[in-house]
């Protein structure tokens, strides 16, 4: 393995890519959360970069979702702090949180609405609150709602109800809600961890476009160690509620494999496989 995985000490963002040259969209500092004297998580810290798209990978019990939870401000950590383009996660509020979208493994749809009324739901944050609880919405939202939908090639379903929608498409229309909150770092936890691999694909090769063409951070929790390696910059492992591993995706090995999840007989099954 190469020494730059293994580097996860002072500094914020020790696996630099390119694209942290731009804005720091997100900094994690020496975030903690215990529960009932178990350390969930100790002394997480990393920065993303606007354009950078990061996979935090990790065996089940790592500490992964209590990350996400504290990152999306849903939980309250007990040391340290979550900063979006330089602002406290604990003080966002109202206007301020729709620079933050959240994707979610279950995809969160409102199931009776349309696809583009679900979308809509990503430009709340841009409305008086009367205007959003009658579903009112300017003519220019509605335009950038269909212009989401049609980025995650779903405009011919605009009209359709949501729970009529296949997985995969559902968690296009999540994304395309997202993309509708015209946000600053996207932060997906598993999001494809309930569709099928070539689903699962597409909404990482999504995901990958976004970050890219928008500038948007995006962090986004996997199980799979293939999908982390072909479609992020970088990989953070982690294990035990700490950062054992920060780096290129391209460097993460089957040492770095072994290392995050222990001997290839034990908790994670999957070998790396070589990406194209
Ligand atoms: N609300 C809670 N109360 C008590 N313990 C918790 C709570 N949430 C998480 N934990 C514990 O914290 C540790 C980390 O859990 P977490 O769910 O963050 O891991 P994870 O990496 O997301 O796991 P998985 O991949 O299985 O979802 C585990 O030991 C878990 O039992």
Redesign the pocket.
């Known amino acids: 393995m190469t020494g730059h995985l293994h580097v996860v000490e002072k500094n914020l963002s020790p696996g630099a890519t390119q694209a942290q040259q731009g804005a720091c969209r997100l900094r994690v500092e020496t975030l903690a959360k215990t ?2 004297g ?1 350390a ?1 998580i100790e002394d997480v810290s990393f920065d993303v970069h606007d354009g950078e798209f990061v996979a935090v990978l ?1 065996p ?8 996400f939870r504290c990152m999306t401000g849903l939980l309250a950590p007990d040391n340290g702090g979550v900063w979006i383009d330089r602002e406290d996660i604990a003080t966002l509020r109202d206007r301020s949180r729709r620079r933050l979208a959240v994707v979610f493994q279950q995809f969160n749809l409102v199931s009776r609405l349309s696809a583009l009324d679900n979308v809509l739901a990503g430009r709340l944050g841009y409305v008086p609150a009367w205007r959003g609880a009658l579903r009112c919405f300017t003519r220019a939202d509605r335009l950038l709602a269909l212009e989401c939908l049609d980025r995650v090639g779903l405009l011919a379903q605009a009209g359709q109800r949501a729970d009529t929608l296949s997985g995969g498409q559902q968690q296009r229309v999540a994304i395309a809600r997202a993309l509708a909150q015209q946000p600053s770092l996207i932060v997906a936890d598993e999001p494809v961890a309930s569709l099928d691999p070539n689903a699962g694909a597409g909404v990482l090769e999504l995901l990958r476009g976004i970050a890219r063409t928008d500038g948007v951070g995006i962090v986004c929790s996997l ?1 799979q160690v293939h999908f982390a390696r072909a479609y992020a910059d970088r990989i953070i492992g ?1 294990s035990h ?1 700490r950062i054992v591993i920060d780096g290129p995706s391209s460097e993460f090995d089957q040492a770095a494999l072994e290392r995050l999840y222990g001997h290839r007989d034990s908790a994670e099954p999957e070998s790396v496989e070589p990406t194209t």
Not at 60 to 67: D, E, P, Q, R, W
Request: zero cysteines.
């Open positions: 529960f009932a178990h969930a990790g089940s019990g790592a500490g992964k979702t209590t990350l199980h982690l509620g």
